[in-house]
C-alpha cells in the first residue's frame, strides 16, 4: 500500500517508521519555514 505521511513531527515519523518496516511505500511531506 502506497501511504503518505504530511508532517515529519515525532509521530509522523514513527509512523511511517512502523508503516515502512511493514511493507508499505511511505512518502514524507513536510514544510520549509
Known amino acids: 500500500m502506497k ?3 504530511i508532517g515529519t513531527g515525532h509521530m509522523g515519523r ?3 517508521q512502523i508503516w ?3 511493507g508499505h511505500e511511505v512518502m514524507f511531506g513536510s514544510r520549509d519555514t
Open 3 to 5: 501511504i503518505a505521511v
Open 14 to 16: 514513527a509512523l511511517g
Open 20 to 22: 515502512a518496516k511493514n
